[in-house]
């Protein structure tokens, strides 16, 4: 057994010195730790009021997108390539309170009747702000769908 105590291997005078050390680690680190813990309380506080937020209503006559699931076919076997979110489409009829039916732009109808966790609302754009070539395009057809689509409904 040797006569070497803690405080002598890590270089201190006394066993006090290095117990006052010691004590000032452990308060840097309990103020981290609570810290931290404040910041995951508050983030726990503010997904819990996105939560509780209200569903944006759905009408007859909006522009929006569908979840793709597997009811529809639409995915394919890599990850990378699924669109999770497939539109604009427009809606036609409101069944229930959240089932809905939905057509595209030449009023063809979707096979499949939606429920308000599977559509979201879909916001136009300006064509201009986008950065992206192939968003840019995608979107400028849409929009063109949509203009003519409600120019056909005028002329009827």
Same mark, same amino acid.
């Given at each position: 057994?040797?006569?070497?105590?803690?405080?002598?291997?890590?270089?201190?005078?006394?066993?006090?010195?290095?117990?006052?050390?010691?004590?000032?680690?452990?308060?840097?680190?309990?103020?981290?730790? $609570?810290?931290?813990?404040?910041?995951?309380?508050?983030?726990?506080?503010?997904?819990?009021?996105?939560?509780?937020?209200?569903?944006?209503?759905?009408?007859?006559?909006?522009?929006?997108?569908?979840?793709?699931?597997?009811?529809?076919?639409?995915?394919?076997?890599?990850?990378?390539?699924?669109?999770?979110?497939?539109?604009?489409?427009?809606?036609?009829?409101?069944?229930?309170?959240?089932?809905?039916?939905?057509?595209?732009?030449?009023?063809?109808?979707?096979?499949?009747?939606?429920?308000?966790?599977?559509?979201?609302?879909?916001?136009?754009?300006?064509?201009?702000? $986008?950065?992206?070539?192939?968003?840019?395009?995608?979107?400028?057809?849409?929009?063109?769908?949509?203009?003519?689509?409600?120019?056909?409904? $005028?002329?009827?």
């Amino acid at each position: 057994m040797t006569d070497f105590t803690p405080s002598v291997l890590k270089g201190y005078a006394s066993s006090d010195q290095y117990i006052k050390v010691l004590k000032q680690k452990l308060d840097v680190i309990s103020k981290i730790v $609570m810290k931290e813990k404040a910041q995951q309380q508050e983030l726990q506080r503010v997904q819990a009021e996105r939560a509780c937020q209200p569903i944006a209503p759905i009408a007859k006559g909006d522009l929006v997108l569908f979840k793709c699931s597997e009811k529809l076919d639409l995915l394919t076997s890599h990850k990378k390539l699924n669109h999770p979110w497939v539109g604009p489409v427009k809606v036609q009829a409101i069944l229930a309170p959240h089932k809905y039916l939905v057509s595209n732009f030449e009023g063809q109808l979707c096979p499949v009747i939606f429920e308000r966790h599977e559509l979201k609302p879909y916001y136009l754009r300006d064509p201009a702000s $986008m950065t992206t070539g192939g968003a840019k395009w995608a979107l400028q057809d849409a929009v063109q769908q949509l203009r003519a689509h409600e120019r056909s409904q $005028m002329e009827v």
